[in-house]
């Protein structure tokens, strides 16, 4: 079992900045594959970026060039970077992990940008 602890969330105005962070704790949580996701109302989860524990990134297009995964394998912490927030950004995010069948979900961070 992994357990997924995020934090950072909160309210932004258009513009602005925001770094989530999402700490994961268990069996090895390094060798998973982890990411980020987000849920707008009305809308189907999304994935937002995923990262390799090689540190391969892959990117929603709708986030490109404004959002940065990194992880520090060392912390088992991934983070997400998110610049240049538009108000179509506002989500609960949730950091996720995955290895083989098996995937764990954080408990979400609402993240609202507004003016």
């Known amino acids: 079992q992994v357990q997924l602890v995020e934090s950072g969330g909160g309210l932004v105005q258009p513009g602005g900045s925001l770094r989530l962070s999402c700490a994961a704790s268990g069996s090895m949580p390094s060798s998973y594959i982890m990411g980020w996701y987000r849920q707008a109302p009305g809308k189907e989860r999304a994935r937002v970026a995923v990262?390799?524990?090689?540190?391969?990134?892959s990117y929603a297009d709708t986030v490109k060039g404004r959002f940065t995964i990194s992880r520090d394998n060392a912390k088992n912490t991934i983070y997400l970077e998110m610049n240049s927030l538009k108000p179509e950004d506002t989500a609960i995010y949730y950091c996720?992990?995955?290895?083989?069948?098996?995937?764990?979900w954080g408990q979400g961070t609402q993240v609202t940008v507004s003016s």
């Open positions: 990262i390799t524990v090689g540190g391969m990134t």
């Open positions: 996720d992990a995955r290895r083989a069948q098996y995937q764990y």
